[in-house]
C-alpha cells in the first residue's frame, strides 16, 4: 500500500502543476485535492492496487516456497523431521493408545484466563474513578464470571500438578 | 436517485449515542442475550459443583428454561415495539435492537431450543454398561480406542458439557446479527465459533473422523477469522471508526473530515480490500462457494445433532451479519459488491446443487444441499430492496427447522456401527417403517421446494425479491439449480420407497419423546410455512428494517 501511495503522489503533483494556478510547495489545501482526484479518477484505477497487492503476496508466497527449495541447507535429524521441533513428542503413542500429558496445555489455558482478566482490568484500574459505581459495578459481574471459569479448573482437579 | 435517500429505504436514523464518560448499557433490551449467557455461566458451575449422576438433568433444564426466557423476553420487546418504532442502537453503539435482529435472534432461540431435544436423546443407542448413552463421547480427552476411553464408558462418564457449550454458542449467535460495530461483530462470532469446534470433536461414535472435522473446521475457521479481522483493520483505516454507521457516512461522504486521518480516510484501495476480507470471513461462516470446502467433511465428522445445529443456527446468524453489513454499511457500495455476489451466487448455486448428486453420504448429500441453499439465500440479499431483507428473513426461519429435522430423522437410521448413512443402507426405508421415511420424504421435498412446503414459500419470496431487484440472470440460476437439486431430493425418496429392503439393512431406533418432538416440530414448522405462510411473510415484512 505505502509503494502504491508513494508512487503514485509526484504524478498528482505533476497533474497540480501543470494545471498551472497553484504552486504545490504553499498550497496544502492540495492535501484535500488529492484526496478528492483520487476519487475522481474513477473505479478501475481505485481497483488497481488491490491486484498489485495480490500479485505481491502470489509472488512472494512462490518466491519463498520455491528459492527455500533450491538455496536452504538440507540437514535431516530426527528432531527436524517431526511436526513441532519442541515440547513433548507428538508420535509415537504408547502401544494400544495412551494419554499424553496435558499438563502443559492446561498451564498455557490457565494463564490465558488469567492473563485476559488481567488485560481487562488494567485499564479499568486507570480510570475507576471516572467509571464510577456503574464501572465497579461492571468490574464486578465480569470477574465474578471469570471465577466461573476458575471454579470449574479447580472443581475438575485441572489445578493439581499430578 | 442517490445513495442516501435509497439507503433510507431499509434503515431508520438512530439518535446519536452519548460519549465516553457516562456509559451506559439497557440492559433491559439485551435481557435476551444475558439470560442465555447467564444460563451458561451457570450451567458451567452446575458442572463444577453438582454430582456427577444429577448433572444430565440439571443441564437440560437449566438449557431449555434459559432459551424458553430468553425467547419470552424477545416477545416482550417485540411487543413493545423495538422491532419497528423503537428500533434503536443499545450498548454504547455495539449492538442494534431492530426488526431484523429480534427476528433472527428469535429463530435462533427457537432452533436452540429444538436442538436441546437432541442433544439430550439418551434412548437411540444400546446401554453400555447398563447405563443410558447420548450421541457425545464419554470423555473427550480419552484417546479414541485407548483404555482409559473404554474405562470411562464402563464408568457411565458423559460429557454433559455439552449443553453449556450449546447455550454459549447460541449466545454468540444473538449478537453476531444484532452487531451494529465490526469488533462486536468479531467477538460475536469468535464466541459462537469455538464452541462449535468442541462440540464437532465430541461424537461419540467415529470419533477420529469427528476430531478430523472438528480439527478442519478449527483451522480454516481460524483462517477465516483472521481475513476478517484483518479487512476490519483496512476499513478502520478507510473510515477511522468501526462503527457501522461512521462507515456508511464516510462511504456517501457525509462524514466531517478528520484531518489527523485525512491521508487515509477515503481512500478507496482500503475500502474495497478491507470489504472484500470481511465479507469473506462471513461467507465462509455461511458455507458460500469458494468458502464451502469445509461444509462436507465437518457435517459429516460431526456428531449429528450437532450438525443439526450447527447448518440451521450459524447459517442464520451468519446471513443475518451479511445482511447488515451490507444492507447498513455498504450501500453506498452496492455497484461494487453486487457483482461479485452475483458470482458467488451463481457458483453457490451451481455448485452446490452439482456436487450433490454425485453425494453417496446422507450427511454429505445434506451438506452439499446446505451450499446450494446458501446460494439461493445471497440471491434474496442481492436483491437490494426491503423485499429482500425480509424474504431472507423468512427463507432463513423456514429452512433452519427442515434442516434441524432432517438431521433428527438421520440419528434414527442405524446398524450395530451406529448411524447408517451410506446412502445405499436407506434403500427400502420405506417398506420398514413407512413412518420415518414418510417424514424425512416431507423434509427433502421442503429441501426441493415442492408446493405447500415451507421450502416453495421461502424461495417464492426469495426469487421475488431478486428479480424485482433486477437480478433476474440470478434466478434462472436459481430456478435451474433447483430443479438440479430436486432430482436428488426425488433420487433419495425413490431409494426409500421403491426399492427392495436389503435384509442386512439397519434398523430405525425408537426414539424417547425428545427426538421424537424435535421431528415433530420440524414437521409441523415446514408445514405450517407452507399451508399459511402469510401470517410469517408478513411478520418478516413488518421485521425488514434496519436500524443505522
Known sequence: ?162 | MSASSVHSLWTTAAPVADKFPTPHIEYAQLSPVLIVLGAAALGVLVEAFLPRRSRYTAQVALAALGLAAAFAAIVALADKGYGTTKAHIAAMGAVAVDGPALFLQGTILLVGFVAIFTFAERRLDPRAHGNQVDSFAAQGSAVPGSDQEKAAVRAGFTSTEVFPLLMFAVGGMLIFPAANDLLTLFVALEVFSLPLYILCALARRNRLMSQEAAVKYFLLGAFSSAFLLFGIALLYGYAGTVSYSGISSVIDGTAPMNPALADTTGNDALLLIGLAMVAMGLLFKVGAVPFHMWTPDVYQGAPTPVTGFMASATKVAAFGALLRLLYVVLPGMRWDWRPVMWGVAILTMLAGAVIAVTQTDVKRLLAYSSIAHAGFILAGVIATTPDGISSVLFYLAAYSFVTLGAFAVVTLVRDAGGEATHLSRWAGLGRRSPLVAAVFAVFLLAFAGIPLTSGFAGKFAVFTAAAQGGAMPLVIVGVISSAIAAFFYIRVIVLMFFSEPKPDGPTVAVPSLMTSTAIAVGVAVTLVLGLAPQYFLDLADKAGIFVR
Not at chain 1, 71 to 92: M, S, V
Open chain 1, 1 to 162: 500500500m505505502q509503494a502504491t501511495w508513494a508512487c503514485e503522489l509526484p504524478h498528482m503533483d505533476a497533474i497540480l502543476v501543470a494545471e498551472g494556478d497553484a504552486d504545490h510547495t504553499t498550497s496544502h489545501g492540495p492535501n484535500m485535492s488529492v484526496t478528492a482526484d483520487w476519487k475522481e479518477r474513477g473505479t478501475v484505477n481505485a481497483y488497481a492496487p488491490i491486484f498489485v497487492l495480490g500479485g505481491i503476496a502470489a509472488g512472494f508466497a512462490i518466491f519463498s516456497v520455491f528459492m527455500a527449495s533450491i538455496i536452504g541447507p538440507k540437514r535431516y535429524n530426527r528432531a527436524k523431521l517431526e511436526a513441532y521441533e519442541c515440547g513433548i513428542e507428538p508420535t509415537p503413542q504408547p502401544a494400544g493408545g495412551g494419554r499424553f500429558p496435558i499438563k502443559y496445555y492446561l498451564t498455557a489455558m490457565l494463564f490465558i484466563v488469567f492473563d485476559i482478566e488481567i488485560v481487562f482490568l488494567y485499564p479499568w484500574a486507570v480510570t475507576f474513578d471516572r467509571l464510577g459505581m456503574f464501572g465497579l459495578v461492571e468490574m464486578l459481574l465480569f470477574v465474578l464470571t471469570v471465577f466461573v471459569a476458575y471454579a470449574y479448573v479447580w472443581r475438575r482437579g485441572g489445578l493439581e500438578w499430578d
